[in-house]
């Protein structure tokens, strides 16, 4: 079959345009969602403001999306994982709010103290869960009885199982609030890259295999890695708990007082960090006392004990 030149040169032009545009294109959505925010050092604005420049990435084929390629779970739901993104480039320590890949804010999980949304008010910057557990994302701003939220993993719709990051709108009823202190100094100089679970007992359960440099010198098998064992920097730094902190939440509260009082009382047994916490007296005994200077801490009242300090 005869081809004229002329042909040939289109030919040529067309994939020579595709050569050159088709890059370019790639260029510019990766850029479009990077993180331009520079950090205040206020946790709470910045990993909002962080969160703000992500709005309208859309996830790939398979689910895939750069958060889950950070986090070691490529193909994943990533509601979970777009919040830890957003907060380690938002510089929160791992102490204050966990990488995590499910919704969940119990320890283990994100850590964080949560309220029933109809009895809290949400500020910026606190994270909401759907009733089920099944979702996690932002809070932006409170309207009365609405949130506005930044949410990663869903759709106009407000699924759970979404295409992209979206401002949202739900009703603050219809949620559990998940409060990170952000005003905590962090203990923590020394942070294992992807830790899902940074816990007192047993250090780097991870949801991936990505371990910080030091501990993987020490033990490249994750799964059997004790961080009190092996890693002097994670035994010193990675947080413990605190005195008062009788029910492991991590937050000195009035329930820590009920907590005590129960375990006198023989209704529940506090044990392990919790119940060291408790000893706030230091008396190496659980009484009333104990109870008491919880609730003068919460007070404001000045007393002589390490309540609200970390464990040794």
Not at 137 to 147: A, K, L, P, R, S
Not at 231 to 258: F, I, M, P, Q
Request: glycine share 6%; with cysteine; charged share 20%.
């Amino acid at each position: 079959m005869f081809v004229s030149a002329k042909r040939v040169f289109s030919l040529a032009m067309v994939l020579l345009l595709l050569l050159v545009t088709l890059p370019f294109s790639l260029v510019v959505k990766a850029e479009e969602y990077e993180n331009t925010h520079v950090n205040t050092g206020n946790q709470r604005l910045d990993i909002i403001e962080v969160a703000k420049t992500q709005i309208g990435y859309m996830e790939e084929e398979y689910c895939y999306t750069k958060y889950g390629d950070w986090y070691g779970l490529t193909y994943e739901p990533w509601c979970a994982m777009f919040v830890s993104w957003c907060a380690r480039q938002a510089d929160v320590p791992l102490d204050v709010l966990r990488n995590c890949a499910i919704a969940a804010p119990d320890p283990g999980y994100f850590d964080i103290p949560w309220y029933d949304g109809s009895e809290y008010t949400p500020q910026t910057g606190d994270l909401f869960f759907t009733w089920d557990f099944s979702h996690v994302g932002f809070v932006y701003y409170t309207d009365g009885d609405v949130i506005h939220t930044i949410e990663g993993n869903t759709n106009i719709d407000g699924s759970d199982d979404g295409i992209g990051v979206f401002l949202r709108t739900r009703n603050v009823e219809d949620c559990w609030i998940g409060v990170p202190d952000y005003n905590y100094k962090s203990q923590q100089e020394h942070q294992c890259d992807h830790a899902a679970l940074l816990h007192y007992d047993t250090a780097h359960p991870h949801y991936s295999n990505y371990l910080c440099s030091v501990c993987k010198a020490i033990n490249p098998d994750y799964s059997t890695f004790n961080y009190s064992d092996d890693c002097v920097l994670c035994a010193e730094n990675h947080v413990k708990g605190y005195y008062g902190d009788s029910d492991g939440d991590r937050a000195v509260t009035v329930k820590d007082v009920t907590t005590i009082q129960k375990h006198i009382a023989g209704f529940v047994n506090v044990s392990g960090k919790e119940l060291l916490a408790a000893d706030t007296d230091l008396d190496l005994s659980i009484t009333i006392k104990d109870a008491t200077l919880v609730q003068k801490y919460i007070a404001g009242m000045e007393i002589n004990y390490p309540v609200g300090e970390p464990l040794p």
